[in-house]
């Protein structure tokens, strides 16, 4: 796990204090212990404690997150800005590879030719590649991308494995994070227009950080 976290004593000591500020300042709530830690994560990330009332997530949201990624699952990202704030170094431990199309050249030249947007090709060429099948899909931007997800999922049979669904915005952002609670995929969302890409990478590390102590605990046991 300590590579996950901050690597100086210093630094281990500034995280843990914002994160006790964090547990005492947001009270009581109706997340479970690994929920929770979820959740803290993203309030760290953002120092919004809306977020406590604004993220949801599926009874199977956690352990399918956590088995997908140990399992070496695609982490499929609606931008860059997502891959950038990951941790490669854990994900490479477990064998996943970060995936995104959105600026691939035939992705673009779909979207003009169809008068598409770039992020619903994407998740069609994902999709014809068979990446969306277990993967962990982390759409942090762009709404077209999760409503084709969605659609995806009910119309042509993609089976992710978890979709955090966290598109900032004006247009279709609230809506698109609605149409995942009725897709049958594990989910982690945050309701409304708030969103976006550093919230898919906390939700990301929370779940690897989750992981690493699962695996350590079963190790002191």
């Not at 996950?4 to 995280?15: A, N, S």
């Not at 084709?148 to 042509?156: F, G, K």
């Not at 900032?168 to 969103?195: D, H, Q, Y």
Request: glycine share 8%.
């Amino acid at each position: 796990m300590n590579d996950m976290r901050q690597m100086t004593g210093l630094g281990r000591k500034i995280e843990d204090n914002s994160f006790a500020i964090i547990d005492q300042e947001a009270g009581a709530h109706r997340f479970s212990p690994e929920e929770w830690e979820v959740v803290r994560r993203v309030i760290h990330a953002t120092a919004d404690f809306e977020y406590k009332e604004l993220i949801k997530i599926h009874p199977q949201a956690i352990a399918s997150g956590i088995e997908a990624l140990r399992n070496g699952s695609t982490v499929l990202v609606d931008v860059k800005m997502i891959a950038a704030g990951l941790n490669e170094d854990r994900l490479r431990a477990y064998g996943c590879e970060i995936r995104s199309y959105i600026s691939d050249e035939d992705v673009i030249a779909t979207a003009q030719k169809n008068n598409s947007t770039r992020a619903i090709e994407a998740m069609r060429k994902a999709h014809r590649l068979g990446v969306l099948n277990h993967a962990v899909v982390a759409i942090g931007n762009a709404p077209t991308a999760l409503l084709e997800t969605v659609r995806l999922i009910r119309e042509e049979g993609a089976r992710p494995a978890l979709i955090i669904g966290v598109p900032v915005g004006f247009v279709s952002a609230a809506e698109s994070k609605e149409a995942v609670l009725g897709s049958g995929c594990p989910f982690i969302i945050s309701t409304g227009r708030k969103g976006g890409s550093p919230i898919a990478v906390a939700i990301i590390h929370a779940l690897l950080l989750l992981s690493a102590k699962k695996l350590e605990n079963g190790k002191s046991a």
